[in-house]
């Protein structure tokens, strides 16, 4: 699903789902994480987290 941030702390061999905060933002199209912050580039405009992707807002 690509609306859904999942992560992993195996190295990619489980993976678990974050949370479904990314749904109403529509289909994620890019994901970065710059250190301080996860940038989503979304359907509906750029998103940031500063919490591991727990909560998201829209970047103005």
């Known amino acids: 699903d690509p ?10 061999r489980t993976w678990h789902r974050r ?3 990314m749904s109403n933002q529509g289909n994620i199209e890019d ?6 912050e996860i940038l989503a580039t ?4 750029l998103f940031y987290s500063t919490n591991e992707g727990r909560t998201w807002h829209k970047r103005s």
């Open 31 to 36: 994901l970065t994480d710059n250190g301080k």
């Open 19 to 21: 949370y479904k905060t």
């Open 42 to 45: 979304c359907e509906k405009g």
């Open 3 to 12: 609306r859904v941030l999942e992560y992993s702390t195996t190295d990619g």
